[in-house]
Each structure stands twice: as C-alpha cells, then as structure tokens.
T-cell receptor, first 110, second 114 residues
Framework: GNSVTQMEGPVTLSEEAFLTINCTYT??????LFWYVQYPGEGLQLLLK?????DKGSNKGFEATYRKETTSFHLEKGSVQVSDSAVYFC?????????FGAGTTVTVRA | GAVVSQHPSRVICKSGTSVKIECRSL??????MFWYRQFPKKSLMLMAT?????????EQGVEKDKFLINHASLTLSTLTVTSAHPEDSSFYIC??????????FGSGTRLTVV
C-alpha cells in the first residue's frame, strides 16, 4: 500500500536557523507529493507540491525536490521565522486519495 | 482561489446525541469530498470518500452507521456523528477535490462529547 514516513518532532529552532524535515514514501506507480502546513486550531493549507520526479516545489521560502531514486521529498527552508511555527505534513496522492505522514511540529523561537 | 467552508468550527454535545458537520465548497463544484479525523498530535486518518449523488466509500474500520455521510450536491457534504460518545471527540476535517484546484481543506471542526 501507499505510505508516508516523516521525521518525528518536535523540532525547535531559533529564528533564521535552517530547517529540514525528512519525508520518504512508499507507493506503487508515480504519486504526486505534497507538503501541507497546519496552524493551531486550523485545517491544512497546501504549502508546495511536485508531480513528477526531479520536480522542485517551492513556496514562502520552503523547497522540496521529488527524488524518485531515494523515494524522498524532504522539506527545507534556509531561514525560518517565528511565523513558521506550525505542524507540517508530508503527503502523497495516489488513486485520488491523499495519504499523510504523522506530522512534524516545528517551533521557532525569537 | 478555492475555498472550503466547514461548519461548525467547534461543537460540544452530550453523550448519546447526534452532531452534523457541514462542508461546503464556496466557489467551485467538488466532484469528490473527503472526511478525515485527526487525533491529538497524530496524522489525518481518512474516514470516507463521498461522491455527489452516490453512497460514500468508507475506509476499513470506520463504522458506516456511526458516521453518516451525505453528499447531496456538488457543493455540500455533511458528516453526522450519530449517538456520539466521548471517544468520538476529535478534530474532523473535510476536503474537496476539484479538477482545477486539486484538494482544498476546510478549517476543521473540534467535536467534544461530554
């Protein structure tokens, strides 16, 4: 079946630090890959996506590259801000269904 | 852009009563809607997939009679938690799928059963 494995948190960083959240997946075929962000008490917002191998998704300073050879889609940001504090979910889309990782809580301190 | 409105955002109900949660796509027609349940500090668990005008498809382990899903129109799906119990307390999130916008999520409903 399809599954997503995401690094466990919580992750605590200082402002302007470099953030990496690892994500690997297992899927049959060629899924699309996503990163979603969830702020406290809210639903999920799409952060970025990639639909095929070697695609790079980017948004708000975040980037992730679809690596088919390592079945990975790691999220990175070079300089985080306090406003980036949230829960981040890696997800894959296959057969019109989204499968989510367990989520990584990120806290950025001023 | 695509907007999905979920209502109510919070609800507290007594054990044994039923609660209805609405999910509306405001500016697009959603051919398919999804209902998820999120436990504290856990990922989203897909409960069911609903297509307009047809019966919902439930994931394994989800009780169809407890979680009633109706998708009466291309812009509205409802989830009714019947005979709610404290263990049904959770954060429920809907998502609507559109060929143009992909998947858009509602803001979630915090259900507390007392």
């Amino acid at each position: 079946g399809n599954s997503v494995t995401q690094m466990e948190g919580p992750v605590t960083l200082s402002e302007e630090a470099f953030l990496t959240i690892n994500c690997t997946y297992t899927a049959t075929g060629y899924p699309s890959l996503f990163w979603y962000v969830q702020y406290p008490g809210e639903g999920l917002q799409l952060l970025l996506k990639a639909t095929k191998a070697d695609d790079k998704g980017s948004n708000k300073g975040f980037e992730a590259t679809y690596r088919k050879e390592t079945t990975s889609f790691h999220l990175e940001k070079g300089s985080v801000q306090v406003s980036d504090s949230a829960v981040y979910f890696c997800a894959l889309l296959a057969d019109y269904k989204l499968s989510f990782g367990a989520g990584t809580t990120v806290t950025v301190r001023a | 852009g695509a907007v999905v409105s979920q209502h109510p955002s919070r609800v507290i109900c007594k054990s044994g009563t039923s609660v209805k949660i609405e999910c509306r796509s405001l500016d697009f027609q959603a051919t398919t809607m999804f209902w998820y349940r999120q436990f504290p500090k856990k990922s989203l668990m897909l409960m069911a997939t609903s297509n307009e005008g047809s019966k919902a498809t439930y994931e394994q382990g989800v009780e169809k009679d407890k979680f009633l899903i109706n998708h009466a129109s291309l812009t509205l799906s409802t989830l009714t938690v019947t005979s709610a119990h404290p263990e049904d307390s959770s954060f429920y999130i809907c998502s609507a799928r559109d060929t143009s916008y992909g998947y858009t999520f509602g803001s979630g409903t915090r259900l507390t059963v007392v």
